[in-house]
């Protein structure tokens, strides 16, 4: 290793890990909460003819106008509320945490949950603040409030439902933490479609409130990498100073448009999406030594009484691949499932059992 060059990055960088899935060789994906179905060809189609009229030899228009106002129909988000487009969620959780956080500032994080939110805060020298799940893995909103008053925190971050537990916190609860805690509070709804209710009904009435989506999901375009910040533009017109100019490519934001403008197309898909999930569950739970935790997004966190290494790698073996989350605080015997097709489901299901019921 070249020390000169080593030591001209940043400490905070160096103890840092990168973000990676390993895709080991398989027949059946349910390790990233993918869609199972893919667009409709009709939608497919619109967006290659869209591409074929837009310039590609210029930068393309600022997304937040045409595409954010497709969003604003879409969602019946009255006018004080500004939409910010990004390349997938992620970078627009980036851009929020460097427009809020410092070196030293502090930020509350419920965990378990997305690995990013930490990784984001720690490359500003920000420090999170865990507060633990109950052990049924639910949210407790006095002690986020307790932890924001306590340690001064600039900010609250979690995921509805969340990542990696399919778990949810009660819009009532969220109400609790924008009134009482002195802080942004940053609800990440990346599988908010696939939830009963969603956080943003409570958008006109809470300025401290931002909300983050994505296309990756019930939209199934995890592949076209766009998501998009919802606040009042007290946030959003900082923000957008963060982020650099011309963000979103042309084929993202002409495919978004057509996906908005065909939105009643992809319904069926996200009905079956909840149909399957809701018979997975059903199927896990007569299982002898599986136990899944109830689930509101498109996944199934589920425990189990062999050590889930042994399991993930006895699926691998039949070539299904799963997520090993057992290295999360409170899943150590956790494995996650995605909602994958009717016959990948009833085939993952169907070795889990085999394995479960081997000596």
Known sequence: MDDRIWNL????????????????????????????????????????????????????????????????????LPEEIEIVTGNGSNELIQALFATVLGPGEKIVVPVPTFLLYRQFAAILGAEVVDVLLDADLGYDAERIIEAIGRTEAKAVVFA??????????????????????DALVVVDEAYGEFADDTVLTLLPRYANLVVLRTFSKAFRSAGLRIGYLLAHSVLTEQVVKVLPPFNTGIVSCEAALSIVRHRALLRPGLEQTLAERDRMVEALEGIRGITP??????????????????????????????RDISGYPLLADCLRVSVGTSDENRTFVTALEEIMEER
């Open 9 to 76: 990055i940043r400490p905070e960088v160096r103890a840092l890990e990168s973000y990676r899935v390993g895709i080991p060789p398989h027949r059946i994906k349910l390790n990233q909460n993918e869609s199972s179905i893919e667009l409709p060809d009709s939608i497919k189609e619109e967006i290659v003819e869209r591409l074929r009229v837009v310039p590609w030899s210029r930068y393309p228009r600022q997304a937040r106008s045409e595409l954010g106002a497709a969003l604003r129909e879409a969602l019946d």
């Open 160 to 181: 509805r439902p969340n990542n990696p537990t399919g778990t949810s916190i009660r819009i009532e609860a969220v109400e609790r933490l924008l009134e009482n805690a």
């Open 293 to 322: 935790v109830p689930s509101e997004a498109n996944f199934i966190c589920f425990r189990t009484e062999k050590p889930p290494r042994s399991v993930f790698d006895r699926l691998l073996d039949r070539g299904i691949l799963v």
